[in-house]
């Protein structure tokens, strides 16, 4: 893990997305993105003990919310540079697909350099959508020099997963549409979880959420042995994953905090929850069964921690957003045999 003196430097303010970025973005991607629903269900809050609202982004284009952060990134440089042809990106897969669809969209050529144990759907995926995927080894290889032999040959434009001001204003709409449909049900939201990895997505919905609801308690979801934000909040500086074994949830598997994302999180966020394997299961059980969704790991990691905090969150209004539905059969099939996690709650 390289140390904390060769991490680059911390972003300056100025580079910054603000909630007015955010409402910026939801402007450029109307008619783009979908509204997706605030889902409620209330023989489950009933039997959690809280009122449990899911912001359902399996339901968004590409089966997750990375499609608005990659389609704002791309409609922006679109309009500084017309004459632009060609992106690329790095991605386990979720940025893949969105960045595949977005560019398909504006007529764009996409690169996209993937691990080579991705998710097989994830992979086809792209693919299906008109992308190069370049695969390349986790665990001995940089992705980020990968992509930027490839742009600097190409002439592409790099759109990164988390750390950019427009990628994090495009995930914050998630945050905005929370915000009006809880205004359109007639509470305030008292808290508001969602997965998080290199945190483009809790830090987009953070700006938004605490412009408008300074009082909510916005936290991130990790998995065990991915609990770098967790960390490094603690710590106050960002920290690395010392080397694990691979995660089930493999959109989370981010090394750090990005450069940009962590003074947004260390400003607003309430805390992180790292979870356990068997905690992702059990959640992505209960949104098969209770919630009718399909929920990958990393999408369902929010709703696992929700489910172990429940004691804390009694009596208050807590939405979580469930931000992708890209899972392998065989997973979902693992996930769906398991015992309903409901059962024995008081």
Same mark, same amino acid.
């Given at each position: ?130 992308? /190069? ?10 992705? /980020? ?131 356990? /394997? ?17 929920? /990958? ?50």
């Amino acid at each position: 893990m390289p140390s904390i003196e060769t991490l680059p430097a911390d972003a300056d303010s100025a580079e910054l997305p603000t909630a007015a970025d955010v409402d910026a973005a939801a402007a450029r991607l109307k008619g783009r993105a979908l509204l997706t629903p605030l889902l409620e269900f209330p023989l489950v809050s009933e039997r959690l003990g809280f009122r449990l609202l899911v912001k359902a982004e399996t339901l968004q284009i590409t089966g997750s919310f990375k499609f608005r952060g990659a389609s704002n990134r791309l409609l922006a440089a679109r309009a500084a540079d017309p004459a632009l042809k060609a992106v690329v990106a790095f991605s386990s897969g979720n940025h893949a697909q969105g960045v595949a669809a977005a560019a398909r969209l504006l007529g764009l050529k996409a690169t996209i350099v993937m691990p080579a144990d991705a998710p097989r759907i994830k992979v086809d995926n792209t693919r299906a959508l008109g992308a /190069e995927v370049v695969p390349y080894e986790r665990r001995t290889e940089d992705r /980020e020099a990968i992509a930027r032999a490839i742009a600097q040959r190409e002439g592409g434009l790099i759109v990164p997963p988390y750390d950019d001001p427009h990628v994090i204003a495009g995930q914050g709409t998630v945050g905005l549409e929370i915000c009006q449909q809880a205004a359109a049900l007639g509470f305030d939201p008292d808290v508001v979880m969602a997965p998080c990895s290199g945190g483009g997505l809790i830090a987009g919905i953070a700006l938004a959420v605490k412009a408008r609801h300074p009082g909510a308690a916005i936290y991130a979801a990790e998995p065990q042995g991915y609990d770098d934000l967790g960390r490094s909040l603690a710590a106050g500086t960002r920290l690395g994953n010392a080397p694990a074994a691979p995660s089930i949830c493999d959109a989370l598997m981010a090394e750090r905090p990005g450069r940009l994302t962590f003074p947004i999180h260390q400003r607003l966020l309430a805390g992180a929850f790292a979870v356990s /394997e068997d905690a992702v299961l059990d959640a992505m059980n209960l949104a098969l069964r209770h919630l009718k969704l399909v929920v /990958e790991p990393g999408g369902a990691a929010a709703l696992a921690a929700a489910l172990d905090q429940r004691a804390a969150l009694a009596g208050r209004n807590v939405v979580v957003v469930c931000s992708g539905g890209n899972a392998d059969p065989a997973l979902i099939q693992q996930a769906a045999g398991r015992d309903d996690p409901l059962v024995g709650i008081a």
